[in-house]
Nanobody, 115 residues
Framework: QVRLVESGGGVVQAGGSLRLSCEAS????????MAWFRRPQGKEREFVAR???????TYADSVKGRFTISRDNDKRTVNLEMNTLKPEDSAVYYC?????????WGQGTQVTVSS
């Protein structure tokens, strides 16, 4: 059974930092790309960052230079280090993996950035 469990969300002031983690189970973690998406309140879910199985990293333009995605294949975790946070980064953040053509999602973790 595929499971993705996010943690690390919270409330932070603008300019602050947070670190999100996603623990994965139920599939061969080392073989799949892992990504973070977010859904701001009242908006569509949007891509944030991806760490491929081979180690390549891509970012949305809105977070480039401020966020860093990383993965630990031994611990089966993917992390998102978020710095210089802005109020527009407030959203529910979701961990994502596409397993055999099917998108899998965690339950999400809320990030709120106050101005």
């Amino acid at each position: 059974q595929v499971r993705l469990v996010e943690s690390g969300g919270g409330v932070v002031q603008a300019g602050g930092s947070l670190r999100l983690s996603c623990e994965a189970s139920g599939f061969s973690f080392i073989s799949y790309d892992m990504a973070w998406f977010r859904r701001p309140q009242g908006k569509e879910r949007e891509f944030v960052a991806r760490n491929t199985w081979s180690g390549d990293r891509t970012y949305a333009d809105s977070v480039k230079g401020r966020f860093t995605i990383s993965r630990d294949n031994d611990k089966r975790t993917v992390n998102l280090e978020m710095n210089t946070l802005k109020p527009e980064d407030s959203a529910v953040y979701y961990c994502n993996a596409n397993i055999t053509g099917r998108a899998r999602w965690g339950q999400g973790t809320q990030v709120t950035v106050s101005s």
